[in-house]
């Protein structure tokens, strides 16, 4: 299905009380939110979700960060889901990112990016079922 795509809003934008916002820019761009929960990770359970990114220096540094505290996890719904979600957050790396999109707004660095975005149909499927069971999946 190449309409849905997963999203984290992470730490640092939690605990700073702008999930509401988030959501409601999200809503507004068009996607539909088919699922949501707030969790907490263990450093063990967000390295087996960016297992992905193993090899690289700043693996070590993200675990520990996506489990420093509560986060969203949400599938979304929309027509060209994860192209237009990463449209939608902007770059990566906040200094990078356009004028208007969630991580110009929100994220406060490479890590604390306010934001995270499947970049991928395939992945998407993959890190929504790490959060949800099917019948979660509406
Ligand atoms: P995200 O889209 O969640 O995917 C992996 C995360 O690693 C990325 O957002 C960044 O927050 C974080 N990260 C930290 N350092 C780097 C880096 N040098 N390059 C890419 N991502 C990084």
Same mark, same amino acid.
């Given at each position: &299905?190449?309409?849905? +795509?997963?999203? /984290? @809003?992470? =730490?640092?934008?939690?605990?700073?009380? #702008?999930?509401?916002? %988030?959501? !409601? /820019? %999200?809503?507004?761009?068009?996607?539909?939110?088919?699922? %949501?929960? +707030?969790?907490?990770?263990?450093?063990?359970?967000?390295?087996?979700?960016? *297992?992905? #990114?193993?090899?690289?220096?700043?693996?070590?540094?993200?675990?520990?960060? /996506?489990?420093?505290? =509560?986060?969203?996890?949400? @599938?979304?719904?929309?027509?060209?889901?994860?192209?237009?979600?990463? +449209?939608?957050?902007?770059?990566?790396? =906040?200094?990078? &990112?356009?004028?208007?999109?969630?991580?110009?707004?929100? &994220?406060?660095?490479?890590? &604390?990016?306010?934001? #995270?975005?499947?970049? $991928?149909?395939?992945?998407? *499927? @993959?890190?929504? $079922?790490?959060?949800?069971?099917?019948?979660? !999946?509406?």
């Amino acid at each position: &299905a190449n309409n849905k +795509t997963f999203t /984290m @809003i992470k =730490p640092d934008a939690f605990a700073d009380g #702008h999930t509401g916002a %988030i959501l !409601k /820019m %999200i809503e507004e761009a068009g996607f539909k939110i088919k699922a %949501i929960k +707030t969790v907490k990770l263990s450093a063990e359970d967000a390295g087996k979700f960016y *297992a992905v #990114h193993s090899a690289r220096p700043f693996y070590g540094e993200l675990c520990a960060y /996506m489990s420093k505290g =509560p986060i969203v996890a949400a @599938i979304l719904e929309k027509d060209n889901a994860v192209a237009d979600f990463r +449209t939608l957050i902007g770059a990566t790396n =906040p200094a990078d &990112a356009a004028e208007g999109t969630i991580r110009k707004l929100f &994220a406060k660095s490479l890590e &604390a990016n306010a934001v #995270h975005g499947s970049d $991928s149909d395939e992945n998407a *499927a @993959i890190e929504g $079922s790490f959060y949800f069971s099917e019948l979660e !999946k509406i």
